[in-house]
């Protein structure tokens, strides 16, 4: 009989993790997913699933405790751009995440695990680049001269290269993509970690046809959005291929704040009035270039952003009517 292959999840309470444990589970793996709390939308698909800190090697050893066919390292201190640009939080978000991902290097290594999947960030590319919001440089070559625009990206930059710098000095084959904002159902919606089409889909859910919502910034600022499955799929394609990265994984679709705001407004079948306020938005302009990508795995996203934007703004929508008592936009 075939051995059941074995996968760690490790951020599996989150929004990426908890899709990627049930895409692995319909994959036929035994899954152990670690997290500092379970997923708050849906019942974990895990077969193990264990509440614990990662920042604490002990605890990081005790869950690495045999070899993993597949380790998929998501967890991180993180959010949308009310989190990171405000440097509130800088502190934090460089000493927990860098804490993390040196301690699950060393433990994978010391268990001879082969391959961990880090997920990095666009965060990381440098802001110099990403001045034009009509044409951003997003190429993976481009990250040097480093300039990430927040220590969110100094951080993902720099564990980037830990786990690539393992591959030379210890033999191990990690792998390395840069995520560019992943929506879907089931991700933080509200309560400021939440990112652009997540808060955007809850406003306008909100509103009534005709009134008006926030947008930060004068909306001009352009992103390119990928929908979670589609993510997964290409973290999957990544890890199982023989090219280490670093790859970007997202979507070409290159759309303004505003223009996102109308295809929502549009969705939900209401006239919205866009009220420009002062807040933080990151680099004017990111876009995906999946150039790379489409070479090493002969594969990139393909999804338009409209279908993902249907399936996301329903079900923040349902999120919406069951909480209408709790929420503050």
């Known amino acids: 009989m075939t051995q059941e292959k074995t996968a760690l999840v490790l951020g599996a309470g989150g929004f990426i993790g908890g899709h990627l444990v049930k895409r692995l589970k319909r994959e036929g793996y035994w899954v152990r997913g670690v997290d500092l709390k379970f997923n708050e939308f849906s019942e974990t698909a895990a077969d193990d699933f264990v509440i614990g800190d990662l920042r604490d090697q002990s605890t990081v050893r ?13 967890a991180a201190d993180m959010g949308g751009a009310g989190y990171i640009f405000t440097g509130e939080h800088d502190a934090d978000i460089m000493h927990n995440s860098a804490t993390i991902n040196l301690n699950v290097a060393e433990a994978a290594h010391k268990r001879n695990i082969k391959k961990v999947f880090y997920s990095s960030s666009a965060c990381m590319y440098p802001a110099y680049n990403q001045e ?36 030379r000095n210890y033999g191990m084959q990690n792998r390395v993509a840069r995520f560019h904002n992943i929506f879907g159902p089931e991700g933080t919606w509200q309560g400021g970690k939440e990112k652009a ?31 979670v499955d589609e993510c997964v799929e290409g973290v999957l394609r990544l890890t199982r291929s023989g090219f280490e990265g670093p790859v970007n994984i997202g979507s070409e679709e290159m759309v303004t704040i505003n223009q996102l705001v109308e295809i929502v407004a549009e969705i939900a079948g209401k006239k919205i009035v866009k009220k420009h306020i002062p807040g933080p938005t990151g680099v004017r302009g990111r876009n995906s270039d999946n150039r790379l990508i489409e070479e090493k795995l002969g594969w990139k996203p393909s999804q338009s952003l409209r279908i993902g934007l249907e399936q996301t703004y329903e079900w923040i929508e349902r999120q919406c009517r069951s909480n209408s008592g709790a929420l503050a936009s």
């Not at 997003?138 to 980037?160: H, M, N, Q, R």
């Not at 809850?202 to 352009?222: C, F, H, N, P, Y």
């Open 62 to 74: 005790g869950i690495i405790d045999r070899r993993f066919d597949e380790v998929y390292q998501l």
């Open 132 to 167: 034009d919001p009509d044409n951003p440089i997003c190429s993976e070559a481009s990250a040097y001269p480093a300039a990430p625009d927040s220590e969110y990206g100094w951080e993902k930059l720099f564990s980037e290269r830990l786990f690539l710098a393992y591959n």
């Open 197 to 227: 089409p997540a808060a955007i889909c809850r406003k306008v859910a909100m509103a009534s046809s005709g009134s008006e919502i926030e947008i930060w910034g004068d909306g001009l600022q352009t992103r390119s959005f990928l929908f």
